[in-house]
């Protein structure tokens, strides 16, 4: 589990939730399941993100994931049940260097 921080859309001020992602490749990744959700909906507005994952906190940009080979890939790597078949809106994090 870790921490996605997202500037609010249209609060401007920083807004966090828990999340589970996957990292593969050297990259986060976060799921949904459509568009709705503020933080998703924060990172259409504003890609600067900040994640926290054991005790670090880790600067990237997001976006959303359009290869639909990489999106099924991550689905099958964050759930092993029947959501690893749902669509799903996927959100790619990269660290900032």
Do not use: C, Q
């Not at 790597?77 to 660290?95: G, N």
Request: net charge positive.
């Amino acid at each position: 589990m870790a921490n996605l921080t997202t500037i609010g859309r249209k609060t401007g001020k920083p807004h966090t939730v828990p999340l589970r992602l996957v990292l593969y490749n050297d990259k986060f990744y976060a799921s949904r399941r459509s568009m709705s959700g503020d933080w998703l909906n924060n990172i259409v507005n504003n890609s600067s993100v900040i994640i926290e994952v054991n005790g670090s906190k880790i600067v990237g940009k997001a976006s959303i994931v359009a290869n639909e080979e990489l999106r099924k890939a991550i689905s099958s790597l964050k759930y092993d049940d029947e959501r690893a078949s749902m669509e799903r809106v996927i959100i790619e994090i990269t660290p900032a260097e």
